[in-house]
């Protein structure tokens, strides 16, 4: 029970050790060194990095579906669209302010609503992951894991976003504020027309922020190994005090 203890901490170990100051072949010299020089068992290097990113991912998810997960965040926030942004002035001018920070707010809410799906398909990819991807992430750059994620599952995110994305705007009322916006330039003089594809700019900018976080969690699960560990890690890494 020890030795299999051992093994697993360690497994963990190789994705929540820091980076910052190890090149990849530093840390494939550390790897050897706690085997005694000898490369790993494949299956727990495996192990181990699977169980961190899935920790990873889950809290990426986690805090991007909550409320103002998007909108309270201000590197992933969903921006006004570039077309909209040309009219804005305009708009607030002619008295339309509450209009526009609504649907501001209304398509950050859409996408709190859609992100809670994309922990299935991390997770999924993380089951598929094999030696070789891992050991890419060993020895990639600090954000190689947010790059094997992406390009996994951005096709399959972008699947499953799509209806959810459309339901939601629907239900937070994104379509409505828009078209009301919409019907408004339609009154302003020489005003451009907003001709805007919602589903596509907000199922995009929900999975760019997306990414960013889980590239942000990778980035805190390799610098900050007492960050990122669960109950069961808690008490692995405890038994090797004993």
């Known amino acids: 029970m020890r030795y299999r203890r ?3 901490a360690f497994a963990v170990f190789l994705f929540l050790m820091p980076l910052s100051a190890a090149s990849g072949a530093d840390l494939l010299d550390s790897v050897k060194g706690f085997f005694g020089g000898a490369e790993p068992p494949e299956s727990k290097v495996v192990q181990g990095l699977k169980q961190a990113l899935e920790v990873g991912t889950k809290n990426a998810v986690e805090k991007v579906s909550k409320p103002d997960g998007y909108f309270g965040d201000p590197n992933i926030r969903i921006p006004l669209p570039g077309a909209v942004r040309k009219v804005e002035s305009l708009l607030r001018g002619v008295g339309y302010g509450s209009q526009v920070d609504a649907f501001l707010l209304s398509m950050n809410r859409a996408a709190e609503k859609a992100a809670p799906q994309a922990k299935a398909l991390f997770w999924g990819a993380v089951k598929e992951m094999s030696f070789d991807d891992a050991r890419k992430i060993l020895k990639g750059r600090d954000n190689e894991a947010t790059l094997y994620f992406k390009d996994k599952t951005w096709d399959p995110l972008d699947r ?5 994305v459309r339901e939601a705007m629907s239900t937070v009322g994104v379509t409505r504020s828009y078209q009301d916006l919409e019907a408004k330039v339609k009154t302003i003089p020489f ?3 907003l001709n805007l594809n919602l589903d596509e700019y907000v199922t995009r900018k929900a999975m760019d922020g997306l990414f960013i976080m889980v590239g942000e969690e990778e ?9 990122r560990v669960t109950g069961l ?5 405890g038994s090797q005090g004993r």
């Open 6 to 8: 051992g093994i697993l």
């Open 219 to 227: 980035r805190r699960i390799r610098q900050d190994p007492a960050a």
């Open 191 to 193: 005003a451009d027309r």
């Open 160 to 164: 499953a976003f799509r209806p959810i």
């Open 233 to 237: 890690l808690k008490e692995v890494f």
